[in-house]
């Protein structure tokens, strides 16, 4: 498909939503650089639609200038009116691996007592992989949301810290399947790091649970 910046331009600065969100996904056939400048206004979108739209691609099109991608997502992090847009940005900044927002990203969960917020920051944490984000995937553990907790659980996993495996041990009675399925592949990755004989008792009992993929799961680990 043959776009041209100008066609892009057009669509974007059009009065109607919807063909700005047009615009919006057509940046992809643009050059980084261009598509990144093009964007940058639309994050400030009077439509919610087309804002979150807009800071959902800085995951790609940010790379073109990281360091100015990251102050645009600090701005609606802190300061947007719809949380699944700020969401968007906490997800924006973990693809872009951008591991200096992690103060952040700490400020918003502890501020907000939005799930969605709060689950997107615990997934960036994450994918992020700060180590300084332990306490905070802890206190995501301990919150009593099954979400989020299976959330932290999985983030927990990918920071590799053996320091988790006490708090995640407790997991292998929860009744969700999906938590002791996030855990088995949590203590899977951590089994290297934290060689022992209670992560592999976990692991054998998860091996009999009567989830097949767990117990598949928990197979491959022993």
């Given amino acids: 498909m043959s776009t041209t910046r100008e066609e892009v331009q057009r669509l974007l ?32 979108d009077t ?13 790609m099109v940010g790379k073109a200038n990281p360091t100015d991608c990251l102050e645009l997502l600090r701005e609606v992090l802190y300061h947007d009116p719809e949380t699944d847009v700020r969401a968007a940005a906490a997800d924006s900044l973990a ?3 951008l591991k200096e927002a ?7 969960y ?8 709060q689950f997107s920051i615990i997934a960036a944490l994450g994918e992020l992989g700060v180590a300084e984000g332990f306490e905070l995937l802890i206190d995501a553990l301990n919150s ?15 920071l590799g810290d053996k320091r988790a495996v006490p708090f995640l041990l407790p997991f292998v009675e929860n009744s969700d399947w999906q938590i002791r399925y996030r ?19 976990a692991l054998e009992k998860l091996a009999q649970d009567e989830v097949d993929i767990i117990a598949t799961e928990a197979k ?3």
């Fill in 102 to 108: 992690f103060s952040d990203l700490k400020q918003v």
């Fill in 95 to 97: 693809g872009l691996g």
């Fill in 220 to 222: 491959n680990y022993l």
């Fill in 183 to 201: 855990l088995t592949q949590a203590l899977g990755r951590l089994k290297g790091e934290a060689e022992g004989m209670e992560v592999r008792a």
């Fill in 144 to 158: 009593g949301n099954p979400l989020l907790q299976t959330t932290a659980i999985s983030a927990l996993g990918e």
């Fill in 110 to 117: 502890q501020q907000t007592q939005d799930w969605l917020l």
């Fill in 47 to 59: 439509n919610e639609r087309v804002r979150y739209a807009a800071v959902s691609q800085l995951a």
């Fill in 13 to 44: 600065q059009s009065q109607d939503y919807g063909e700005r969100i047009r615009g919006l996904n057509q940046l992809r056939y643009l050059d980084t650089t261009v598509a990144y400048e093009l964007l940058k206004p639309l994050v400030k």
